[in-house]
């Protein structure tokens, strides 16, 4: 589960932006009784740096004829548990990932699922009490790593944390969002495969009326699957000692082979998220992408070519996040800087519900090796 961590390690981790200029999308496009496409978009040059705004609606009219978007179907859980310490204090458990039958990766938080608390020795034991269900015992096996507030947890008789969270389980979400929002609100309209903590949200602004107007424009649509964990752990002393756990992905031959084709007419490979772009990178071998199913450990760094992708469309990550160092394998730190405070200036909204930045480049890389052997 560690994570392969590639290219050099000096890297600008926070752009010297600093969390209070960031203006937090606070609830849905929705709640404002707008789309979810009612979103702004940053345009960057990876090479010049220069950068422009748009709204996300004017998305096709920003990409061309031969692009493809390969997009995350992953859908997400109701991943939030409400739990009962041995001294009765309710807390809830946010759980990461499944890695066995009854066991987990998960963070201990407060009450309301927004403040994370230190990891608990192990041998504590929490309990999940449901009517219907009964009572479950859930105990700490130990920590996940050494730098980690996540933890490993067993369920009493391995029993399957499903059922309860189809009947207890919320969203997760952050200090940030004001008021709960369904689960419906998390997920994007390409969901499948249930297995994400977090949403891909990344996705999540492209609405039916946008994918009818990328059609019109010839751009096409490919998928995989990779089930996001948590993203609440920051950056502390580096990436190089960051804790990024790995993440099951599925990559279909059919997605290989629309690479493939993409590249061989010049289209632009565009990663729709983040989560796309790790799964690609894992996916390569010896230069090779292949499709298959395994862990996502690729943590990406600046002077790292991404495999297989041209471009990224994505939210607006905050400062000392893996993501924004992924970011820099796109761009370079000082450009990433100028656009940043260019979108802080003009209001721009963070985080999950927020608007979203699109770094693209005029021509693609030189095509790449492609197999459809299963790894």
């Not at 859908?75 to 499944?98: F, M, N, V, Y």
């Not at 495969?193 to 990328?214: D, F, K, Y």
């Not at 693209?360 to 890389?365: I, K, M, N, Q, S």
Request: aromatic share 6%; proline share 7%.
């Amino acid at each position: 589960m560690s994570a392969l961590v590639e290219g050099a390690l000096d890297l600008d981790l926070d752009l010297g932006i600093r969390d209070e200029w960031l203006r937090a999308a606070t609830e849905p496009p929705e709640a404002r009784g707008a789309g979810r496409d009612d979103v702004r978009l940053l345009l960057q040059d990876p090479k010049t740096g220069s950068f422009s705004h748009h709204h996300f609606r004017a998305l096709p009219d920003l990409l061309r004829e031969g692009d493809l978007l390969v997009i995350n179907r992953s859908r997400t859980l109701p991943a939030s548990l409400p739990i009962c310490a041995e001294d009765g204090t309710p807390l809830r458990l946010h759980l990461a990932q499944r890695l066995a039958q009854g066991m987990y990766r998960a963070e201990l938080r407060s009450e309301d699922g927004l403040h994370p608390l230190p990891a608990p020795a192990a041998g504590a034991r929490f309990t999940l009490r449901e009517q219907s269900l009964g009572t479950l015992v859930v105990q700490v096996l130990s920590r996940a790593h050494p730098a980690s507030r996540q933890i490993l947890v067993r369920t009493a008789g391995r029993r399957s944390l499903l059922p309860w969270m189809r009947l207890l389980g919320q969203p997760i979400r952050y200090a940030y969002v004001q008021g709960r929002w369904p689960l419906s609100a998390y997920q994007t309209i390409f969901a499948g495969p249930a297995g994400s903590a977090e949403m891909p949200s990344a996705a999540r602004p492209l609405s039916r009326e946008v994918l009818a107007g990328l059609k019109r424009r010839g751009v096409r649509l490919t998928f995989l699957t990779l089930h996001c964990g948590l993203s609440s752990e920051e950056v502390e002393e580096g990436i190089e000692g960051h804790y990024l756990p790995a993440e099951p992905y599925a990559l279909p031959s059919a997605t290989v082979q629309e690479i493939a084709r993409a590249t061989a007419r010049g289209g632009r490979v565009i990663a729709v998220g983040t989560t796309v772009v790790r799964a690609l990178q894992s996916a390569c071998a010896g230069g090779a992408l292949r499709p298959g199913r395994a862990l996502a450990g690729a943590l990406l760094r600046p002077g790292v070519r991404p495999c297989a992708v041209d471009a990224l469309l994505t939210g607006m990550h905050a400062p000392k996040s893996s993501h924004l160092a992924l970011l820099e394998a796109f761009v370079s730190a000082p450009l990433l800087r100028r656009a940043y405070l260019g979108a802080i200036a003009q209001g721009y909204r963070w985080h999950e519900f927020g608007d979203m930045h699109l770094i693209l480049p005029d021509a693609p890389h030189a095509p790449m090796r492609y197999s459809l052997e299963q790894e």
